[in-house]
């Protein structure tokens, strides 16, 4: 089934306009599958880099590879975390040296005793995938998925996916789809030498699970076999009870299962839902 089928018109035209050449890329790259040495591409990437919001975001940059605020996560969609998170989103090159030296900010920060002011999330067994699932992706992207710092995360990810579902304590400590989509974004950016056999159980099940998971597909009794691994039979029925949502939610998780090469960037517009209990750090996922 065509993406274009489950639309009721073609949104193509309208994302090739050239006022907005970031998105343009991505449309190229993704939608129309050009290749890196495809000329409109080549073009729409050079001037995304150049223009609002990437321009805007790295010229906002710290010598250190930083962005301005007093940890990783704070304030929100304007420090470090947010900053790399957007650019990976808008198709930033990530083999440009300010993309790359952020990335490895926030490796050298997570290593620090005060993990980038990042232990309201580390310092719990699970939960919160969306930023970690976020963070492995814009480092690995960058060309650091193979690096041992980032394996924690890694795992960390994988335990989320096998044990809790992505369950969250922000979400009841229930299972979460916007949770699940991000952990499968993240380890889909891994560079194949860096995926474990475990990494490579979990990509697959993806497009099954996160439609059980949405609104209507509850309540989701997650059947697993001996080893602890989810029971892809069960993930099929869970998704049969939201067969309208399932095509088009397995489509856009099946391209970012298939992205295997580190320069191909996945073109996903931040969402912002409702934020409660603003004032507490944890009540602001993403």
């Given amino acids: 089934m065509s993406w274009q089928s489950l639309l009721h018109?073609?949104?193509?035209?309208?994302l090739l306009e050239k006022g907005d050449?970031?998105?343009?890329?991505?449309?190229l790259r993704h939608l129309l599958d050009r290749g890196p040495r495809d000329a409109e591409l080549?073009?729409?990437?050079?001037?995304?880099?150049?223009?609002?919001?990437?321009?805007?975001?790295l010229r906002q940059q710290r010598s250190d590879g930083s962005w301005p605020g007093p940890n990783l996560y704070a304030p929100k969609y304007q420090s470090t975390h947010w900053s790399n998170l957007l650019l990976v989103e808008y198709g930033v090159d990530p083999g440009d040296p300010r993309v790359r030296?952020?990335?490895?900010?926030?490796?050298?920060?997570l290593g620090s005793p005060g993990q980038g002011g990042m232990a309201w999330v580390f310092g719990r067994d699970h939960g919160a995938s969306c930023i970690v699932g976020t963070m492995v992706r814009y480092i690995s992207?960058?060309?650091y998925g193979t690096d041992e710092r980032l394996e924690p995360l890694v795992q960390r990810l994988v335990?989320?996916?096998?044990?809790?579902?992505?369950?969250?304590w922000i979400n009841a400590d229930q299972p979460c789809a916007w949770g699940y989509a991000r952990l499968i974004w993240g380890l889909a950016a891994l560079p194949e030498d860096a995926r474990t056999r475990e990494v490579e159980r979990t990509l697959p099940v993806a497009p099954d699970i996160v439609p059980a998971l949405l609104p209507g597909g509850h309540p989701v009794r997650l059947a697993r076999d001996r080893r602890g691994w989810r029971d892809r039979r069960s993930a099929r029925a869970d998704r049969d009870r939201v067969a309208p949502v399932a095509p088009g939610l397995a489509w856009t998780l099946g391209r970012s299962i298939a992205v295997r090469r580190s320069h191909r960037v996945e073109g996903q517009r931040q969402q912002v839902g409702h934020t409660p209990r603003a004032h507490r750090p944890e009540a602001r996922l993403s």
């Fill in 141 to 143: 992207l960058a060309g």
């Fill in 9 to 14: 018109d073609d949104p193509v035209p309208w």
């Fill in 159 to 168: 335990r989320d996916s096998k044990k809790f579902d992505a369950a969250c």
């Fill in 101 to 109: 030296r952020a990335a490895r900010r926030v490796l050298d920060d």
């Fill in 42 to 57: 080549r073009e729409a990437q050079q001037r995304a880099m150049s223009s609002p919001p990437i321009s805007t975001l």
């Fill in 21 to 27: 050449p970031a998105v343009r890329a991505l449309t």
